[in-house]
């Protein structure tokens, strides 16, 4: 709460008080959010903001705290560990909505409330042993590759269906919904038919996994169009927290188009 506690380095990156400038922008998203509701006829209610949190360090996530945010997501296990283990002291809960290693699983079953990226047979497995060990059980987001790009990570959408039959042998998992990071651009022409997509995957699979309900799709260039095709949980981080120092080809492969 405390501006002259930050550095001239935060200070520069989020304002002189940061907890103020998270509320305006939480505003001005959920104003957003709920114009994309009303258009498409939904409930406010069907729609989950998730902040995301990468490159924004802890002390500053104690003052989106204070703005009122109580769950924070991260592409990266390690980077969200770390401000896990420095917020300890904080109600807040923690998804994962980045690629994941299996060398990370450890890690992210410690302190992970969520995981936004399940993208392999071979990860659930591993995952579902880890949480077997650890005694707990994780909602987990199926990432489908909707926009065909080979950089991205996800399954086919062809693989979807027999892929929640198989995870069906992982009791620890507990799928909520599928997943997507639509193509980037800024051209809604191209990233509506991602969202659609997912929707529809969703509902072909809905009578045999009804579990498999959510669709976790949208981040701040395109959350209104993920929202009017279905979007249930909407992954906003620059809209929240401003822009990124490091580009989003570190968070997942450069796209060409
Ligand atoms: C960073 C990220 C987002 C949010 O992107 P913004 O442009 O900051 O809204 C959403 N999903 C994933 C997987 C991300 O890594």
């Known amino acids: 709460m405390n501006a002259q506690a930050l550095s001239p ?4 990156r989020f304002g002189p008080d940061p907890a103020q400038t998270f509320r305006a922008n939480i505003a001005a998203v959920e104003a957003r959010i709920d114009q994309a509701c009303k258009r498409s006829d939904r409930d406010r209610s069907s ?3 998730l902040p995301v949190t990468k490159t924004v360090p802890a002390e500053i ?3 989106a705290n204070l703005a009122g945010l109580q769950i924070f997501a991260e592409n990266k296990v390690q980077e969200a560990q770390g401000k896990s283990q420095e917020l300890m002291d904080l109600p807040v809960r923690w998804a994962i909505v980045g690629h994941l290693q299996t060398n990370k699983i450890k ?3 410690a302190f992970a409330d969520e995981f936004h990226a399940l993208d392999s047979l071979r990860l659930a497995e591993k995952l579902d042993a880890r949480l077997a060990r650890d005694g707990r059980v994780l909602p987990v987001y199926v990432q ?3 926009s065909r790009e080979d950089s991205k990570f996800g399954l086919s959408p062809n693989d979807v269906s027999g892929f929640l039959e198989d995870l069906q042998r992982f009791p620890r998992l507990k799928p909520k919904g599928l997943m997507t990071l639509a193509v980037l651009s800024g051209d809604m022409g191209m990233v509506r038919p991602c969202f659609r997509l997912l929707r529809e995957l969703r509902d072909d ?4 996994f009804p579990d498999v309900s959510e669709l ?3 981040m701040s ?5 993920a929202i009017e095709e279905g979007a249930s949980v909407v992954r906003v981080g620059q809209a929240i927290f401003g822009s990124r120092p490091t580009p989003d080809s570190h968070y997942w492969p450069e796209v060409s188009n």
């Open 205 to 208: 699979v809905s009578h045999r």
């Open 61 to 63: 996530l104690r003052l």
């Open 47 to 49: 729609v989950r903001l």
């Open 221 to 225: 260039g395109d959350f209104e169009v």
């Open 216 to 218: 976790s799709m949208g």
């Open 107 to 109: 890690t992210l079953v």
């Open 144 to 146: 489908v590759n909707t």
């Open 9 to 12: 380095e935060l200070t520069a």
